[in-house]
């Protein structure tokens, strides 16, 4: 049961131009969401987070958007660079603890 | 600041051998974790440490896998004996642990890459 879905596995953009990355989740209980980013032979690494409480959470070139009501978290990469180029993932926590539950990943491609 | 090291990087065995994996995580981290990503999917957590106990191992095939961290720092995770399933890359994490609804952000190493034959 995948609780976490980013039904997107790739994703291509040029350089300069918005990146858009969609999850969406199915347990309710989930009340703080993240995304990591993750390069090849590397270990994820954290980029941005979100608290169930706000709709919208801004760093630099990152930007997530939460809408609760429909289960759908999004992240808004602008502008995309060349260096952006890696998996991302959508995490999900629920209630205050801190077991990531992980979405499938999205691999995204900033071409030149 | 080092990040978390992990050993080693890669590891081929066949089936029903067994194999051990270490993870030094970032000092000064209280809660230690290990992950197992199968090609294609998310990191699904498999152990959680808060120091040297065991916080949730719910998803941990006890059967066949176990983890230690004696001492409260350096830990080990052990498949015995290991199947074709198990090929994956084994992910380990750390956290200082904090509580009370603060951010405990998760740093990862670099993983160790298991192929079972």
């Known amino acids: 049961d995948q609780q976490v879905k980013q039904n997107s596995p790739s994703l291509s953009v040029q350089e300069g131009r918005i990146s858009i990355l969609n999850c969406d989740y199915t347990n309710s209980m989930f009340d703080y969401f993240l995304w990591y980013k993750k390069y090849p032979a590397e270990g994820p690494t954290f980029l941005i987070s979100?608290?169930?409480?706000?709709d919208k959470n801004e760093d630099g070139r990152f930007t997530v958007f939460l809408n609760k009501s429909a289960k759908h978290l999004s992240l808004h990469i602008v502008p995309s660079q060349p260096g952006d180029s890696a998996v991302y993932f959508c995490v999900a926590i629920t209630g205050g603890g801190n077991k990531l539950t992980f979405g499938t990943g999205t691999q995204l491609k900033v071409e030149l | 600041e080092a990040g978390v090291a992990q050993s080693p990087r890669y590891k081929i065995i066949e089936k029903r051998q067994s194999v051990a994996f270490w993870c030094n995580p970032i000092s000064g981290h209280a809660t230690l974790y290990w992950y197992q990503q199968i090609l294609g999917q998310g990191p699904k957590l498999l152990i959680q440490?808060?120091?040297?106990?065991?916080?949730?191992d719910s998803q941990l095939p006890k059967d066949r896998f176990s983890a230690e961290r004696l001492k409260g720092v350096d830990s080990t995770l052990k498949i015995q004996p290991a199947k074709l399933e198990d090929s994956a890359v084994y992910l380990c994490?750390?956290?200082?642990?904090?509580?009370?609804?603060?951010?405990?952000?998760?740093?990862f190493g670099p993983g160790t890459r298991l192929t079972v034959l």
């Open positions: 994490a750390s956290s200082l642990g904090l509580a009370g609804g603060e951010q405990d952000t998760q740093y």
């Open positions: 440490f808060q120091n040297n106990g065991v916080v949730d």
């Open positions: 979100i608290s169930s409480i706000k």
